[in-house]
């Protein structure tokens, strides 16, 4: 599984950005995906994910209402858009494909990472 993230920048707190997964190999159609972030100093926390045919959707208490999380199983990519960024939003973001077809919050049940894409947000 090769993952390619993108879509990180720098933005204001109130502006929006879209994150974007591609999966070159269609390997993971299966399976269900996720975004994780990491500040420095900070542990990877869990942000949103979608299940395997997008009609489930988790989220971080933080970041609902404000996130949204979809796939496009015929481009093989999975967005998150974001609005209303803070900037607590601030870390680097990381897609990742879990292991089995529904998102769970638990970063160990993630065997395959991507680059992460810098997003931040300023006051």
């Given at each position: ?22 999966e ?33 959707t988790l989220?971080a ?44 919050k ?18």
């Open positions: 599984v090769q993952l390619q993230a993108s879509g990180g920048g720098l933005v204001q707190a109130g502006g929006s950005l879209r994150l974007s997964c591609v070159s190999r269609r390997t993971f159609s299966n399976n269900a995906v996720a975004w994780f972030r990491q500040d420095s100093g900070k542990e990877r926390e869990f942000v949103a994910g979608v299940s395997w045919n997008g009609g489930s989220y208490d933080s970041v609902k209402g404000r996130f949204t999380i979809s796939r496009d199983r015929v481009k093989n990519t999975v967005y998150m858009h974001m609005n209303s960024l803070k900037p607590e939003d601030t870390a680097v973001y990381y897609c990742a494909v879990h292991r089995r077809s529904f998102a769970t638990t970063p160990g049940e993630y065997p395959y990472w991507g680059q992460g894409t810098q997003v931040t947000v300023s006051s």
